[in-house]
């Protein structure tokens, strides 16, 4: 849906963001979310620079909206898809998404493998992602014997471990068990040895570094620790990822080495046994990514809640906004206001599920049915709340797009 609207006395491209948005989506009921393309791109372009000429794989859980991740590969810097679900990467190739399709996480779907494995042409372009004997016992036991091959991806832990000899220090996700080269190379021999696979890639997701800001606000000595943790993280990472692929490149071909996200671009893209980085949030800019150095993505979604209330001076009421993001359950997973300026959540009440009350002497100028734009913590979370995207560029909305969830699809 295309729409340029009428201009309106006093706001123009030029205005504030808050007037522009207002003015973009004033024919809208909120809530309601949008896409500032203008950002949304901004940001496109400078991940693409931090990459240095990697390749990126977009992270659809940070999109889930087909618009969205068909208008970044559309862009120079980026090749290909990396899914959260079987489910979702047999959807997205069936609309024609991508032919380059990577599971990051393991499948224990059986529908979905059963599809996979009857599909020719999605066998071709998904890798799954596997860590264990386990998975590959889980899909035959699924598929049966003599299934088709399918292409599997092998996931190393890139967690630091700094007591080498004691690894019940563990710094990063508790994904992969295969953690040294020789665990590596051994399963990837086992994958090479076995019917009905091929090993296409391999990956790694250091979430000590992409994921975790090193200039927490407030906070100058835990970030001076974070930042010598994920600089020794990464040298660690450098050498033993670089065994890893040598030993299994001696085994077997790898048509990929994907490592990296949005936090650790620069680092992940000096590693010369990568091939392609993977990153998706710093597209949308959350609030989680404000706490970094090297880079500040623009805040490109934003979404809207009507006030509905006034209970007493500095404070109004918001129609519902309880969109809080998984993870920790700390405070840096709720929602911050944004426009206007200068208003915080309350700490007894936070983001509710019918009400969220902010409070700050900006809600002094604010009525019943004005708005107050939000920013989420994360990325994609925020699609499973809202059927479609509003897109704004300049004060005109130009497109309204559908989510994952406004296309009937919803993969956990």
């Known amino acids: 849906m295309s729409r340029t609207l009428a201009a309106t006395p006093g706001v123009?491209?030029?205005?504030?963001?808050?007037?522009?948005?207002?003015?973009?989506?004033?024919?809208?009921?909120?809530?309601?979310?949008?896409?500032?393309?203008?950002?949304?791109?901004?940001?496109?372009?400078?991940l693409a620079r931090r990459a240095g000429g990697h390749p990126i794989r977009v992270a659809s859980k940070s999109l889930r909206c087909r618009y969205l991740i068909e208008r970044v590969l559309a862009r120079p810097g980026y090749r290909g898809v990396m899914c959260y679900s079987l489910a979702e990467a047999l959807w997205l190739h069936t609309a024609?998404?991508?032919?380059?399709?990577?599971?990051?996480?393991?499948?224990?779907?059986?529908?979905?493998?059963?599809?996979?494995?009857?599909?020719?042409?999605?066998?071709?372009?998904?890798?799954?992602?596997?860590?264990?004997?386990?998975?590959?016992?889980?899909?035959?036991?699924?598929?049966?014997?003599?299934?088709?091959?399918?292409?599997?991806?092998?996931?190393?832990?890139v967690s630091w471990r700094p007591l080498a000899h004691r690894p019940v220090l563990h710094i990063g996700t508790w994904r992969s068990p295969l953690h040294t080269p020789e665990q590596a190379a051994e399963f990837a021999e086992a994958i090479v040895r076995r019917p009905g696979f091929r090993l296409a890639g391999l990956m790694g997701y250091e979430?000590?570094?992409?994921?975790?800001?090193?200039?927490?606000?407030?906070?100058?000595?835990r970030a001076r620790l974070l930042r010598l943790i994920q600089d020794r993280s990464a040298r660690e990472l450098r050498r033993r990822r670089a065994e890893a692929v040598r030993r299994i490149r001696a085994l077997t071909g790898l048509d990929f080495v994907n490592g990296g996200g949005t936090g650790s671009l620069e680092s992940t893209a000096a590693d010369e046994s990568?091939?392609?980085?993977?990153?998706?949030?710093?597209l949308a800019g959350p609030t989680l990514f404000d706490a970094y150095r090297r880079f500040r993505p623009r805040p490109a979604l934003l979404y809207a809640l009507p006030v509905a209330r006034r209970p007493r001076r500095n404070v109004a009421t918001l129609f519902t906004g309880g969109y809080v993001a998984s993870g920790t359950g700390t405070p840096d997973r709720l929602p911050a206001p944004f426009l206007p300026a200068g208003l915080r959540l309350?700490?007894?009440?936070?983001?509710?599920?019918?009400?969220?009350?902010?409070?700050?002497?900006a809600a002094d100028g604010l009525r019943p049915g004005d708005r107050v734009w939000l920013r989420h913590a994360?990325?994609?979370?925020?699609?499973?709340?809202?059927?479609?995207?509003?897109?704004?560029?300049?004060?005109?909305?130009?497109?309204?797009?559908?989510?994952?969830?406004?296309?009937?699809?919803?993969?956990?």
């Open 96 to 157: 024609g998404t991508s032919e380059d399709l990577l599971v990051a996480y393991p499948v224990t779907g059986r529908k979905a493998l059963r599809a996979l494995a009857g599909d020719e042409a999605a066998r071709r372009h998904i890798a799954i992602t596997i860590d264990s004997p386990d998975h590959l016992d889980l899909i035959d036991r699924v598929l049966g014997d003599g299934h088709p091959e399918l292409r599997v991806c092998l996931e190393l832990d």
């Open 274 to 282: 990568v091939t392609e980085l993977a990153a998706g949030s710093g």
């Open 378 to 412: 994360k990325a994609g979370e925020l699609a499973e709340r809202f059927t479609e995207y509003h897109l704004v560029r300049g004060d005109e909305l130009v497109l309204s797009v559908p989510t994952y969830r406004g296309e009937g699809q919803c993969f956990g």
């Open 207 to 221: 979430g000590q570094i992409a994921g975790l800001g090193d200039a927490p606000p407030g906070q100058p000595v």
């Open 12 to 46: 123009s491209a030029a205005a504030g963001p808050r007037a522009r948005y207002d003015r973009a989506t004033g024919h809208l009921d909120p809530p309601l979310a949008v896409v500032d393309l203008d950002a949304f791109d901004e940001n496109a372009a400078d």
């Open 346 to 361: 309350t700490g007894t009440e936070g983001a509710g599920e019918v009400q969220t009350p902010v409070r700050g002497a």
